[in-house]
Antibody
Framework: EVQLVESGGGLVQPGRSLRLSCAAS????????MHWVRQAPGKGPEWVSG????????GYADSVKGRFTISRDNAKNSLSLQMNSLRAEDTALYYC?????????????WGKGTTVTVSS | QSALTQPASVSGSPGQSITISCTGT?????????VSWYQQHPGKAPKLMIY???NRPSGVSSRFSGSKSGNTASLTVSGLQAEDEADYYC??????????FGGGTKLTVL
């Protein structure tokens, strides 16, 4: 069974940084693209970032471009999201998501999420 | 990046069929065959129902189907059941290595 377990969320002040991690198990991690998707309370999901299976290509939503960086370590079956210059509007539940294939375009398996709260 | 346009709500009686539309532009829905649909029940993570416009993942009921015409994608749910009541979101590749979601549609089973 595929399991995605996010960690690293918490309460952080505006302008500070946070690093989210996702530990993957039950799959050939290096065969799949991965995503970070967030969902603010009472809102719909928002795609944040994606990365291809081989680290060759990454993408970011305009709302986070230049502030967030996605990365993966296929040897450790892990995905990360470095979040800098955090804003109140970044407050959300952040999901780690496995794609259907190796190029990021569909979000198949979702973790339970980790909550990020940006507030002074 | 503007969110894809979905109706806020749709409803139907058990056994009926409903269709949820997802309208974008030639830069997203119309430009790529990479539209997916997600079902979300309260307090749960979204679940992939359709990918690449019309493909169903293993385990998803054949009552769910997807299609696309021009800049509009559609999700059809046939033989409505009580457990289909949920929020539904479309998502599309939007160029420049990005994806974009729709605003969501609340499906009510009467």
């Amino acid at each position: 069974e595929v399991q995605l377990v996010e960690s690293g969320g918490g309460l952080v002040q505006p302008g500070r940084s946070l690093r989210l991690s996702c530990a993957a198990s039950g799959l050939s991690f290096n065969g799949y693209a991965m995503h970070w998707v967030r969902q603010a309370p009472g809102k719909g999901p928002e795609w944040v970032s994606g990365i291809n299976w081989d680290n060759d290509r990454t993408g970011y939503a305009d709302s986070v471009k230049g502030r967030f960086t996605i990365s993966r370590d296929n040897a450790k079956n892990s995905l990360s999201l470095q979040m800098n210059s955090l804003r109140a509007e970044d407050t959300a539940l952040y999901y780690c998501v496995k794609d259907v294939g190796g190029i990021y375009r569909n979000m198949e398996i979702w973790g339970k999420g980790t909550t990020v709260t940006v507030s002074s | 990046q503007s969110a894809l346009t979905q109706p806020a709500s749709v409803s139907g009686s058990p056994g009926q069929s409903i269709t949820i539309s997802c309208t974008g532009t030639s830069s997203d829905v119309g430009g790529y065959n990479y539209v997916s649909w997600y079902q979300q029940h309260p307090g749960k993570a979204p679940k992939l129902m359709i990918y690449d416009v019309s493909n169903r993942p293993s385990g998803v009921s054949s009552r769910f189907s997807g299609s696309k015409s021009g800049n509009t994608a559609s999700l059809t749910v046939s033989g409505l059941q009580a457990e289909d009541e949920a929020d539904y979101y479309c998502c599309s590749h939007a160029g420049s290595n990005t994806l974009i979601f729709g605003g969501g549609t609340k499906l009510t089973v009467l």
